[in-house]
Every structure is written in structure tokens, then in C-alpha cells.
């Protein structure tokens, strides 16, 4: 499994915009197609909202990679 520590710049990142700046999704539209596919997961459970608020010490996990949300230090 990958794991990618990602820092946020500000409260939050929405779900789609975190899969595509971590480049695990070539688009905006094929983040917004494998969230609605239920194909991501947040905290381990399977996540359909393509904005949903992810904020620091949230996990999300798609396709054997592992992404941990981190405060901005």
C-alpha cells in the first residue's frame, strides 16, 4: 500500500480536489466518477459525497494508496 501524508493549506480540502492533487486521478470528473462509484473510502467507510469536507487526522484510502490529512505546520 502507498501511504502519502498530505498537509493542508487551510480548514479543509474537498474529497475530489484531494484525489486529484495527490495525482491518483488523472481529472476532476474521474475523481467525481470513482467517489460516486464507491470506490473511496474515509476513516474506512465507503464515502459518496464527491465534496465532502476532509479535515486533518482524517484517513482516505483508494486503490492501495493511503492518504493521511495533516494540520498546515
Sequence with gaps: ???I???LRGEF???DKLLK???LVESGGRARAVISEGHVQVDG???LRKTAKIRAGQ???YQGARIKVLAAS
Design 1 to 3: 500500500m502507498q501511504n
Design 5 to 7: 501524508d498530505f498537509e
Design 13 to 15: 480540502i474537498e474529497l
Design 21 to 23: 492533487a495527490n495525482g
Design 45 to 47: 467507510r465507503e464515502e
Design 59 to 61: 484517513v482516505v484510502q
